[in-house]
């Protein structure tokens, strides 16, 4: 084989803890992949305490030149470290591309990484392609089916990406590789790591958006962000993850010398919005001042602020009714 056909294309980074469950239909979904070109797959185990690390090692030793664990015996997490990806990922990425999943997402698409190779080595001025989902609930929960930003595939302006309505799945995201060699300061700090490589890729240029379902984000998942956001006091954890975002976007203004200062406002006031739909935080919610992020909340969500606000002996019985249900 030839030393250019061994270079390595795309550097597949996987973050784990406690997904024994998922782990291994997110393992397949990378070893699955059909492509021209070679790619790695870094995965970091935060001290999983079940039998994640395991399963890991069995795909190691399967595909020893493509899969590239670090299984820690320590938490980092616990030890107060939230850049994980930018500590123990990106530095050791060698591919020109890197495409981001969760140990508890997965891939359905084959072709995912060539059709995004594709577009991102024809257009060199495009810093993040990413795609839609569909979206697994695990429990019982009202929600989308899909994780779908945009209703065509088209190309999106880094204002749009700073200032989205919805969402980009994290399985789906794929930027270039220099874009996370030098990690700035609002990256490293902030409370979540999927946004910040967004506003990042802004920075550089515009995004492509493919609108096909090429992943599955599960949502509720036991050892996910969101679900752990949930326990203990979630009212502290929402206000303390508002004032984290908050603090991100004055340093990615300032970072970029307010050119997205607009956009950047209302940005983050939408997420301190979206914690007071969180929080139901109704008075505040349908404040006339928030009606246009009360509209781009989708129409079920609409509908059961208002059947909270407006029935709220109802809504009780029902919801009730519902998690009893058979």
């Not at 870094?42 to 670090?70: C, F, W």
């Not at 994290?170 to 930027?175: G, I, P």
């Not at 920075?203 to 992943?215: E, I, S, V």
């Not at 970029?256 to 008075?283: C, D, E, I, M, S």
Request: net charge positive; glycine share 6%.
């Amino acid at each position: 084989m030839a030393e250019k056909e061994k270079e390595i294309m795309v550097s597949i980074c996987c973050l784990t803890y406690n997904q024994e469950a998922y782990v291994r239909q997110a393992l397949e979904g990378f070893v699955g992949q059909k492509t021209s070109f070679s790619y790695e797959i870094l995965i970091h185990d935060d001290a999983s305490t079940d039998r994640t690390a395991k399963i890991i090692r069995e795909y190691a030793l399967l595909y020893p030149d493509r899969v590239k664990p670090i299984l820690q015996t320590e938490n980092q997490y616990a030890k107060g470290l939230t850049n994980v990806s930018g500590t123990y990922n990106f530095p050791r990425a060698k591919g020109r591309y890197i495409a981001m999943c969760e140990g508890d997402d997965y891939w359905t698409d084959p072709y995912k990484l060539q059709k995004q190779v594709d577009f991102l080595e024809s257009h060199p001025g495009c810093s993040l392609v990413f795609h839609s989902a569909r979206i697994q609930v695990m429990g019982r929960a009202f929600t989308e089916q899909k994780m779908r930003p945009y209703k065509k595939s088209r190309k999106v302006t880094p204002e749009e990406i700073i200032n989205k309505t919805s969402g980009y799945p994290t399985a789906s995201l794929m930027f270039r590789t220099d874009m996370v060699k030098d990690l700035p300061e609002f990256y490293v700090k902030a409370p979540l790591a999927d946004v910040p490589l967004q506003l990042m890729a802004a920075a550089r240029g515009w995004a492509y958006y493919m609108d096909r379902p090429m992943c599955v984000y599960r949502l509720g998942g036991a050892s996910s962000w969101t679900t752990l956001m949930k326990q203990g006091d979630y009212e502290k954890k929402q206000e303390q993850y508002y004032k984290e975002m908050g603090d991100m976007y004055r340093r990615y203004d300032q970072e970029t010398k307010g050119r997205f200062h607009k956009v950047v406002g209302q940005a983050a006031a939408r997420v301190y919005f979206l914690t007071r739909v969180n929080l139901k935080k109704y008075p505040e919610v349908l404040d006339p001042k928030y009606r246009r992020f009360y509209r781009e909340l989708n129409l079920r969500v609409r509908f059961f602020i208002r059947f909270e606000t407006l029935a709220p002996g109802l809504y009780k019985w029902a919801l009730k009714l519902y998690h009893h249900g058979s």
